[in-house]
């Protein structure tokens, strides 16, 4: 019996001929997956920009476009000076635990700056009292501009521009006795008076000022209430 020994065919004998319809298809369809994925991902970030908007943007009745806040100019300091009366404010936190009346008194200070005494009733009837210091931001074209910058941390800090908070003043009658004042993130306002009580006719025009900036007086807090 004879044996026969099986030679294995050549690699290249065993390969499958090039079919060029069948790669032309396969690439074609990779080709269609990747573009249906790109604007798959395209639109679906689109979509989470525009949901991220919404939820930034401003508050029902408020401008569909929130253009940058405009202060009061000129103000002089000297006639702003003295003490003011919180009427309103949005709640923030360095005010938490302020449940009673707060008042604010301005004291120009020879170098130019305004010393800062913010003082409120506690819910056990005692003082908070904190001691900062303002200084005016030039604005250019606007001499003597609302724009203020307010500090409380110490002194050897002020270098740091963290530290320095903005306080914008936003309204402000003819005689320095309503002040509407405010940031230009619009997530803080305060209505501040001469008197210790704001006429509620009064107090609201302040409000409806603010929301037609852009402010969300919804969640306005009155003082002492």
């Known amino acids: 019996m004879s044996l026969r020994r099986r030679t294995a065919a050549p690699a290249a004998a065993r ?3 090039f079919d060029d319809r069948r790669t032309s298809a396969a690439i074609g369809t990779l080709a269609t997956a990747f573009v249906v994925g790109g604007v798959a991902t395209w639109l679906a970030l689109g979509a989470g920009r525009t949901a991220r908007a919404q939820l930034a943007g401003p508050a029902d009745g408020a401008p569909l476009m929130r253009a940058p806040l ?3 100019a000129p103000v002089d300091i000297q006639r702003y000076a003295g003490t003011w009366h919180e009427q ?4 923030n936190r360095f005010q938490k635990q302020c449940t009673g009346p707060v008042t604010a008194e301005y004291i120009p200070q020879p170098d130019g700056t305004v ?3 913010n003082r409120c009733v506690r ?3 005692n003082f908070d009292e904190a001691v900062g210091t303002a200084r005016v931001v030039p604005v250019a074209g606007q ?4 724009r203020l910058e307010v500090r409380f941390a110490p002194s050897w800090l002020s270098w740091l521009p963290m530290v320095w908070g903005d306080y914008w003043i936003l309204k402000l009658d003819r005689d320095y006795q309503v002040s509407l004042v405010g940031t230009p993130d619009r997530e803080y306002l305060w209505v501040l008076s001469r008197e210790p009580r704001l006429e509620d006719a009064a107090l609201q025009a ?6 037609s900036l852009g402010f969300d007086t919804a969640k306005v807090v009155l003082t002492g209430q």
Do not use: I, S
């Not at 309103?88 to 709640?91: G, Q, S």
């Not at 001499?143 to 609302?146: D, S, Y």
């Not at 302040?206 to 929301?211: I, K, M, N, P, V």
């Open 70 to 72: 405009q202060v009061v």
């Open 15 to 17: 390969r499958a001929p």
């Open 88 to 91: 309103a404010r949005l709640p």
């Open 206 to 211: 302040e409000l409806d000022y603010a929301a």
């Open 115 to 117: 010393q800062v005494r």
């Open 143 to 146: 001499p003597g501009a609302g």
């Open 123 to 125: 819910p056990d009837g």
